[in-house]
């Protein structure tokens, strides 16, 4: 079935031969350049891990580990934080100037969620609107910085790329 959109049409084209690329790329392995003989974790079909064995761990380790790390208290928050937003004011991008604006456009909303404008399309990248990154709202990692903007203040989202 052809896209009802011509224009969204277009833009999956123009990203189709950057996406097969990238993908050639990260499936073809470890570049020669990047091999380092003076480097100990280097090795000529890859990288290795100095610090401890490979494997060799139960679920039973991992869990006793946790709950050590979870009694202790660890790890700490961040002292180089402040307030626990790492220092920077969280800033509301003004939504109704970004959407009216032409150009293309991209907004960064937090962590790998970012809004672009790309040819009069919106496109939401990796969206996480939610208090925890999990897929249940009682459990996972609470958000640390809040949300500049929310999914009911942007325009309609066109595309969503995860």
């Not at 277009?10 to 990260?26: E, F, I, K, N, Y």
């Not at 100095?50 to 700490?76: E, I, N, V, Y």
């Not at 032409?102 to 399309?121: D, E, F, K, N």
Request: hydrophobic share 45%; charged share 15%.
């Amino acid at each position: 079935m052809p896209f009802p959109n011509p224009i969204l049409r277009r833009v999956l084209r123009s990203l189709a031969l950057p996406a097969a690329v990238s993908v050639l790329v990260a499936c073809a392995g470890n570049a020669p350049e990047s091999y380092d003989p003076s480097r100990l974790h280097h090795r000529p079909d890859g990288f290795t891990n100095l610090h401890g064995p490979r494997g060799g761990k139960s679920f039973g380790d991992l869990l006793a580990w946790r709950w050590q790390a979870w009694r202790a208290s660890l790890p700490p928050p961040p002292s180089r934080f402040v307030d626990g937003y790492g220092g920077f004011e969280v800033l509301a991008p003004d939504v109704g100037a970004i959407a009216a604006d032409p150009r293309a456009s991209v907004t960064w909303i937090g962590h790998a969620t970012a809004w672009v404008r790309l040819a009069g399309l919106n496109i939401l990248t990796d969206p996480h609107f939610s208090e925890r990154a999990s897929p249940v709202t009682w459990a996972g990692p609470v958000r640390r910085v809040p949300l500049p903007v929310t999914l009911a203040q942007l325009p309609r989202i066109d595309l969503v790329v995860l």
